[in-house]
């Protein structure tokens, strides 16, 4: 089953901070996630594996929450180099065994200077 | 430059006739997936390869749709007699399997219009 995100679009000041959230109704095995800038290809941000993970770098982190099936992005201090379309991708199945990820539909992210 | 490539890079076809789009992986990874994007949608998964066998393979693909991976390098996605529902984003994306899960890295896409 495809994750469900929210919300489905965000328009931010330049400065200001963004949360974008992704919830599976399936238990999951790990969350990707990605950005995709209009017309070009999705680029890899992160992965977060069960266990209650916590990742980031620069000022983009992310959460994921197994027992809630839902993992959160947060972008702070929101640049002119962060808009664009952003993916969670879930994968479920267990320890051992691998499983294709499925993506949400998205949630668009716009800047404003 | 993620190191996959996709070509054509756009193709135009009239309904009815095949089209072949192919995927160049990052050349050590062992996974390949193809998907399919359209306008306001996340990627829809269609078939991923290990090596050379073909895994799984979308119940959404219909049987005009074809993928192989010989030698397990580059790949090609045929269609044929192609619909104008068939219009999208191709995506190609490729993964080195190393442990449980793995980082798929996706190629710039091939753009199918059906006329």
């Known amino acids: 089953q495809q994750p469900v995100q929210s919300p489905q679009a965000v328009i931010l000041r330049e400065g200001e901070d963004a949360v974008i959230n992704c919830s599976s109704s399936?238990?999951?095995?790990?969350v990707h996630w990605y950005r995709q800038k209009h017309g070009e290809a999705p680029v890899f941000l992160m992965i977060?594996?069960?266990?209650?993970e916590q990742k980031g770098h620069d000022k983009i982190s992310a959460s994921f929450n197994e027992k809630k099936q839902q993992s959160s992005l947060y972008l702070t201090a929101s640049q002119l180099s962060y808009p664009g379309t952003y993916f969670c991708?879930?994968?479920?199945?267990?320890?051992?065994?691998?499983?294709?990820?499925?993506f949400g539909p998205g949630t668009s992210l716009s800047v404003i200077p | 430059d993620t190191g996959v490539s996709q070509n054509p890079r756009h193709k135009i076809t009239k309904r009815g006739q095949n089209v072949t789009f192919r995927c160049d992986p990052i050349?050590?990874?062992?996974?390949l997936y193809w998907y399919r994007q359209t306008l306001g949608q996340g990627p829809e998964f269609l078939t991923y390869?290990?090596?050379?066998?073909?895994?799984?393979k979308s119940r959404l693909l219909s049987d005009r749709f074809s993928a192989e991976r010989p030698k397990g390098s580059f790949s090609t996605l045929e269609i044929q007699r192609t619909e104008q529902g068939d219009s999208a984003m191709y995506l190609c994306?490729?993964?080195?399997?190393?442990?449980?899960?793995?980082?798929?890295?996706f190629g710039p896409g091939t753009r199918l219009t059906v006329l």
């Open positions: 050349s050590e990874h062992n996974r």
């Open positions: 991708g879930t994968e479920g199945g267990v320890e051992t065994s691998y499983d294709k990820v499925i």
């Open positions: 399936k238990a999951l095995y790990s």
């Open positions: 977060l594996l069960k266990g209650g």
């Open positions: 994306a490729s993964s080195l399997e190393r442990e449980r899960t793995d980082t798929q890295y």
């Open positions: 390869f290990q090596n050379e066998a073909q895994l799984e």
